[in-house]
C-alpha cells in the first residue's frame, strides 16, 4: 500500500503496530483455562505486535497462545485467520498452524482487561527448530527452501481478503522506506552508502513494481519462521507466523527469505539465485520479475535498517536485534552496492532458462 502524504509525516508506534501485550504468567494461564481449557507450562516467546506464549500441557502437546496488541485491527486478525483455514483446505498436507477453537467453538475470543480488548487466538505447535538455529543451508538447501516457498505461495494464490490491502510496516512493496521521516532514520554513518541506493530504487525498481504479478504473500519466511527438523536437516518441515502478509509481488517474497540468508563469507548472488531457482522450479517466474529480485533484496535490507532504528528511538524496550544487527545490516548494503546489477539480471535468467536479451521496462 502506498502512504498518503498526510501519513508520511507523522507515522508513530501505534501507526506501525509495533507493542505487544504483557499479561503475567497468572493472567496467560487463566485466559488459556477460561477460553481453551487447557493449562500447562507456559514459556514466553515474544514477538512485534503480539504476545506469543507457548503451552506445553500434561500430556505433552503444545500450543500457541497468541494475544494480539489492542491496536491490532480485528480485521489483520480475521485475515491471518481465514488464510489459515484457506490453506489447510487447498493444500492440507502443507505444514502450517491449525487454529484450536475455544470452548464456545469460536475461532477467536475477545478478552477484556482493564478496559480494554484483545483478541486471542490459539494454534498448533508445530515440531521443528527454527531454520537459522542450524547449520547454513548449502546450494540445494536453498533451493528446497525457495521450492517450499512457492509451495506456500501456490496455496495462497487465489485467496483474497479485504485486509491484504491494508497498511504493513514491512511490506517492501509501500514506499515507506523512501518516505522524507524513514530516509532520517538512516544512521549518520550509513547515509553516504544509503543515500544513492534510496535514490536509485526509488525511481527504477518502486515504479515497476505495479507491473507485476501479485497475490497474497506470506512476506516473512526467513530463518526464524522456517521450521527445520535438527540443526544438519535442511528440508522445510513448517514455517509460522502469518502476521505480515499483505497483496504484493510475488517477486517480493523470494527478495524476502534471500535477504534473510545473506551470510558473511556466502556470495549474496548465489543465495538469492539459489532461493530463485528453487521457487522458480516450482512456479515459474517471469523476466520482468528476477529482474528485480536484486533491487528488493536491497529494498528490504534498507528497510530493515530503518524500522530497527525506528524502534529503538520510539520504543522504551526494543528488541535488542535492533542495536546487535545493525553491523550486519550495513555490511550487507555494502555488498549489495557492490554488485553489477546487470550481470546479476542475465546471470539469474541463463540460470532460470529465461529470455537474456537486454531490455528496458
Not at 475470543?109 to 547454513?136: A, C, D, M, N, W
Not at 530504487?201 to 521450521?227: F, M
Request: proline share 6%.
Amino acid at each position: 500500500m502506498t502512504l498518503t502524504k498526510e501519513r508520511e509525516s507523522f507515522l508513530t508506534v501505534k501507526d506501525l503496530g509495533f507493542g505487544s501485550p504483557s499479561f503475567s504468567e497468572d493472567e496467560l494461564g487463566e485466559i488459556a483455562k477460561s477460553y481453551f481449557g487447557i493449562s500447562g507450562d507456559l514459556k514466553d516467546l515474544g514477538g512485534e505486535r503480539d504476545q506469543n506464549t507457548r503451552i506445553t500441557c500434561p500430556n505433552g502437546r503444545s500450543f500457541l497462545l497468541k494475544i494480539s496488541g489492542v491496536t491490532e485491527d480485528p480485521g489483520s486478525v480475521d485475515f491471518q485467520v481465514r488464510a489459515l483455514l484457506h490453506i489447510e483446505q487447498v493444500d492440507p498436507g502443507l505444514p502450517v498452524p491449525r487454529l484450536v477453537p475455544g470452548l464456545d467453538g469460536g475461532l477467536v475470543q475477545q478478552h477484556q482487561h482493564k478496559g480494554e480488548s484483545s483478541l486471542v487466538r490459539l494454534l498448533t505447535f508445530l515440531p521443528g527448530i527454527p531454520y537459522s538455529s542450524g547449520t547454513f543451508p548449502s546450494t540445494s538447501g536453498l533451493q528446497s527452501i525457495g521450492g517450499f516457498l512457492a509451495r506456500l505461495d501456490r496455496a495462497l494464490a487465489d485467496f483474497t481478503h479485504p485486509a491484504s490491502q491494508s497498511f504493513m510496516p514491512w511490506d517492501i512493496g509501500s514506499n515507506l522506506t523512501f518516505t522524507q521521516q524513514f530516509r532520517d532514520l538512516v544512521p549518520d554513518g550509513a547515509r553516504a552508502l544509503c543515500d544513492p541506493l534510496l535514490d536509485r530504487l526509488e525511481h527504477r525498481a518502486y515504479p515497476q513494481l505495479k507491473q507485476l504479478r501479485q497475490q497474497v504473500i506470506h512476506q516473512d519466511a526467513h530463518g526464524g519462521n522456517l521450521l527445520r527438523a535438527d540443526s544438519e536437516s535442511e528440508e522445510v518441515i513448517g514455517v509460522i507466523d502469518f502476521g505480515d502478509m499483505i497483496q504484493g509481488p510475488l517477486i517480493s517474497d523470494i527478495a524476502i527469505t534471500a535477504s534473510h540468508f545473506m551470510e558473511k563469507g556466502i556470495e549474496i548472488e548465489d543465495t538469492a539465485i539459489s532461493v530463485c531457482l528453487g521457487f522458480h522450479s516450482v512456479t515459474p517466474l517471469t523476466a520482468h520479475e528476477t529482474d528485480l529480485l536484486l533491487d528488493l533484496v536491497t529494498v528490504r535490507q534498507l528497510l530493515t535498517l530503518q524500522l530497527f532504528e525506528f524502534r529503538r528511538l520510539n520504543m522504551p524496550h526494543s528488541p535488542p536485534q535492533d542495536v546487535d544487527e545493525k553491523p550486519r545490516i550495513i555490511s550487507s548494503l555494502e555488498r549489495l552496492s557492490k554488485i553489477n546489477s546487470e550481470d546479476f539480471r542475465d546471470r539469474l535468467r541463463s540460470e532460470c532458462g529465461l529470455n537474456t536479451a537486454r531490455s528496458h521496462h
